[in-house]
């Protein structure tokens, strides 16, 4: 049975947060004399920026939970996906452990390399399941490996570099089984898969955790916008424990005037879909392109015949792609992301010039 409190680090549970001095007040009237801003205003052309944010920001939740289909209070908004990545592991892990009965994260690479940095730089154990070759989880790999002191199993689907979706049968039987942990599915790429997100079964699931970004299929990276969807009492702990401000006054407006065009931002995908089909095409008819992995995403994973020396020739030619040829299950691939058209075919034009290793 899930029980979060038995599953967060004890002086999680009984942490006093920091109390900002917008909390409570933020968006209501008066003369703000609580939190030592620059009533003046500030040197930007607009003179704006000079008041400190909602520290929850409730506009893009009221927005944003309708076109989720989930509550407001089930959103977590984080300076990108990689600070809920890095709040979860805190609030739950236990650092400095090692033993058999050490707290500990499960990840199955090959994936997304957060959540093994976040590990390790709060010292948390980590167990590593790998992805069978069909890139799928080895489900009783995975239900072997995990323990009283697994407190976080990650799921990237679709997932990066790979590009697939995760068989959601193998993913129901892992949040059915570590009833005890969280089970994140992070869908940083789920705009380009055509399958429903997992965000439908929060309420199936009190264990059940869904990451997904604005960086993506939003384009909007330089924002610096993650989602984290998931129980209302688990988004709590996430308040508690996050810095007082974390979502900047611009990337508040940028992101709630992006999601006024939901529509245009569902025609960038189609287009990237379709860019995508076009550009796998065409490398596999080059004669060094070996395979081109299925994707569920905006990029592709490509196996050449001879990767890192096409990377580096690409690199030369100020193509820049992802080499991923030494990561295991990946050996000899790069990862492509889909680009504009024109850059799409700037690739298969260098590609098409290529002669072989130059060393
Ligand atoms: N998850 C996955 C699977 C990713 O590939 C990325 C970025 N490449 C992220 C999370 C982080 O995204 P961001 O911090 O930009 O939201």
Known sequence: MFNLQSLLRPHILT???YSSARDEYTGKEGVFLDANENALGSTTDSGQYNRYPDPYQWAIKER????????????????????????????????????ASADNIIIMPPTYGMYEVSATINDVTLVKVPLTAAFQLDTDAVLAAITPGT???????????????????????ILNAASHALVVVDEAYIDFAETASWTSELDNYPNLVVLQTFSKAWGLAALRLGMCFASEELIRVLNKIKPPYNISAPTQSLALEALDHEREKNEMVAQILADRQVLAEKLLSLPIVQHIYPSDANFLLVRFTDAKAVFEYLINRQVIVRDRSKVKLCEGCLRITVGTPDENERLLTELRQYNGPTT
């Open 15 to 17: 942490l006093t947060p």
């Open 151 to 173: 407190k976080i199993i990650w799921i990237c689907s679709p997932n990066n570099p790979t590009g697939n979706l995760i068989d959601p049968n193998a993913i129901r039987t």
């Open 64 to 99: 944003l939970a309708p076109i989720k289909g989930v509550r407001p209070e089930q959103i977590f908004l984080g300076n990108g996906s990689d600070e809920p990545i890095d709040l979860l592991i805190r609030a739950t892990c236990q650092p400095g452990q090692s033993d």
